[in-house]
């Protein structure tokens, strides 16, 4: 009985210290994987040519809106920008003109365009300025190295919004 009972206890004793070991080897996949990952969303924003959809809206006030069914883009190719971002927030202008503006619209070449690279956290941070028609919106695009990814619009006539979603590479269309 004790030779069954001292044998039990070694068995314990190898699995627990062999699942240590395989937790510690996880860690360091994990590790190397998001180096990877990270690696390829640096050469993609370096190359200037890039696509934001968002999938949340969410407003200064609180709100949280889901956008997977709303068509909106921030595309990006070597500081030219298509941006169509739907808005849910408050205008600070009373003027009839700022009444009817239901999204963030641009097109054009972008300003101030800035790319920062944290290496320690892993995120590539793009900062840019658009000069709308009746607007100025600075955003700043935050991506993480799995490709979520934070947009950030501060508006010169509107409340700011925040717009989570996700950054790829640019689709090709035929």
């Given at each position: 009985?004790?030779?069954?009972?001292?044998?039990?206890?070694?068995?314990?004793?190898?699995?627990?210290?062999?699942?240590?070991?395989?937790?510690?080897?996880?860690?360091?996949?994990?590790?190397?994987?998001?180096?990877?990952?990270?690696?390829?969303?640096?050469?993609?924003?370096?190359?200037?040519?890039?696509?934001?959809?968002?999938?949340?809206?969410?407003?200064?006030?609180?709100?949280?809106?889901?956008?997977?069914?709303?068509?909106?883009?921030?595309?990006?190719?070597?500081?030219?920008?298509?941006?169509?971002?739907?808005?849910?927030?408050?205008?600070?202008?009373?003027?009839?003109?700022?009444?009817?503006?239901?999204?963030?619209?641009?097109?054009?070449?972008?300003?101030?365009y800035k790319v920062k690279i944290n290496e320690k956290k892993k995120q590539t941070t793009v900062s840019f300025?658009?000069?709308?028609?009746?607007?100025?919106?600075?955003?700043?695009?935050?991506?993480?190295?799995?490709?979520?990814?934070?947009?950030?619009?501060?508006?010169?006539?509107?409340?700011?919004?925040?717009?989570?979603?996700?950054?790829?590479?640019?689709?090709?269309?035929p």
């Amino acid at each position: 009985m004790q030779i069954i009972r001292n044998f039990l206890l070694f068995l314990v004793l190898i699995s627990a210290t062999s699942w240590a070991q395989t937790k510690k080897e996880k860690k360091e996949m994990k590790a190397q994987e998001e180096a990877k990952q990270f690696e390829v969303i640096k050469q993609l924003i370096d190359s200037g040519a890039y696509e934001f959809y968002a999938d949340w809206a969410n407003s200064f006030q609180g709100r949280r809106i889901n956008l997977v069914t709303n068509p909106n883009h921030l595309k990006m190719n070597q500081k030219e920008a298509s941006i169509y971002l739907p808005y849910f927030g408050v205008a600070h202008n009373s003027s009839p003109a700022y009444s009817n503006m239901g999204a963030m619209e641009f097109e054009g070449t972008v300003e101030n365009y800035k790319v920062k690279i944290n290496e320690k956290k892993k995120q590539t941070t793009v900062s840019f300025r658009c000069k709308a028609k009746r607007e100025v919106i600075d955003f700043t695009l935050t991506v993480f190295p799995d490709g979520n990814s934070r947009l950030n619009a501060n508006s010169s006539v509107r409340t700011g919004m925040n717009y989570d979603g996700r950054t790829t590479a640019p689709e090709l269309t035929p």
